[in-house]
């Protein structure tokens, strides 16, 4: 088992830029969601899903959209960034709807110029 | 709404010592998951320990042990002997049952270890 994966692992954009972050889970896990990860804020919550088709906003969800067409995968996009969405995003996915370990991506760094 | 605050941003202690990080939550669902997750300066998110609501036994792992109590709202953590590989941030989180599935965490604690 790979666990849960996330391309790219860094990445530079340009203001206005979009991009897709990539996560893929093997784990057959129906619940996965992305975090982002800024100094002094923790991880705070962009999207999640609790199964294929079906997809939620979370504390920070602006900026970003995400859709979940099968279990294995979860793409976050970003659809013009923006120099605030400099950032650490994680993936994760869990079972039973998210009452168990998340399990982490290892985290995609972005800047964005 | 739920939320999870951890009011210690920073620790530094002198290996050996014991250390509690503390984590208070607030919630208005009877059944909940209380998790901690260990940061170490590489980066990954480390899974440590999972408590339902319902289970409010203290649960103790080698020099790491969880204090749940359900009275304060409070889900703290506590390293016995510290040393310097437990230097990380630590991030407290929250699922509620019901409502929301989100799962929410805190704004981490860094702990620094010194030799």
């Known amino acids: 088992n790979a666990g849960v994966t996330q391309t790219p692992k860094f990445q530079v954009l340009k203001t206005g830029q979009s991009m897709t972050l990539q996560c893929a889970q093997d784990m057959n896990h129906e619940y996965m969601s992305w975090y982002r990860q800024d100094p002094g804020m923790g991880l705070r919550l962009i999207h999640y899903?609790?199964?294929?088709?079906?997809?939620d906003q979370g504390e920070v969800p602006n900026g970003y959209n995400v859709s979940r067409s099968t279990t294995e995968d979860f793409p976050l996009r970003l659809l013009s960034a923006a120099p605030s969405q400099t950032s650490v995003y994680f993936c994760a996915s869990s079972h039973s709807l998210g009452r168990y370990e998340q399990y982490f991506g290892p985290g995609t760094r972005l800047t964005v110029t | 709404a739920q939320k999870v605050t951890q009011a210690q941003t920073e620790i530094s202690v002198v290996e050996k010592e014991d250390v509690t990080l503390d984590c208070v939550y607030e919630?208005?669902?009877?059944?909940?998951?209380l998790f901690w997750y260990k940061q170490p300066p590489s980066g990954e998110l480390v899974f440590l320990i999972r408590r339902n609501s319902f289970d409010e036994q203290n649960e103790i792992s080698g020099r790491y042990s969880w204090n749940f109590q359900k009275s304060t709202s409070s889900f703290n953590f506590t390293i016995t002997a510290s040393q310097v590989v437990d230097s990380a941030v630590y991030f407290c989180?929250?699922?509620?049952?019901?409502?929301?599935?989100?799962?929410?965490f805190g704004k981490g604690t860094k702990l620094t270890v010194n030799p």
């Open positions: 899903s609790v199964g294929a088709g079906i997809t």
């Open positions: 919630t208005r669902d009877t059944t909940y998951y």
């Open positions: 989180a929250l699922k509620e049952e019901g409502g929301s599935e989100k799962l929410v």
